[in-house]
Nanobody, 118 residues
Framework: QVQLMESGGGLVQPGGSLRLSCAASRGGLSIDFMGWYRQAAGKERELVAV?????STNYADSVKGRFTISRDNAKVYLQMNSLKPEDTAIYYC??????????????WGQGTLVTVSS
């Protein structure tokens, strides 16, 4: 009953930056967590960053110091700096939330492609 919509992916040169955005398709949600996963070709999907209720964050070791996750209600952002070719992947938004008249839900976006190449 809730969809997540990502934007901001694209082609960027090594060392460049991108900012990904994700928003829920409706209001009336109480967000538990929002985060980002990614999946590169031939690899398993991995957690990139998560923003939890209360403001705590976690990052994959591979992106620590380069990526920053932030949240504004039912929107989440991923600022990606100093991008490397190995960051190339499809990035997926993920969220857990309490929805009125439904209860707890987990939702996924369709993914946005980030390509880091010269």
């Amino acid at each position: 009953q809730v969809q997540l919509m990502e934007s901001g992916g694209g082609l960027v040169q090594p060392g460049g930056s991108l900012r990904l955005s994700c928003a829920a398709s409706r209001g009336g949600l109480s967000i538990d967590f929002m985060g980002w996963y990614r999946q590169a070709a031939g690899k398993e999907r991995e957690l990139v960053a998560v923003f939890r209720s209360g403001g705590s964050t976690n990052y994959a070791d591979s992106v620590k110091g380069r990526f920053t996750i932030s949240r504004d209600n039912a929107k989440v952002y991923l600022q990606m700096n100093s991008l490397k070719p190995e960051d190339t992947a499809i990035y997926y938004c993920n969220a857990g939330m309490f929805a009125a008249e439904v209860g707890y839900l987990e939702a996924w976006g369709q993914g946005t492609l980030v390509t880091v190449s010269s």
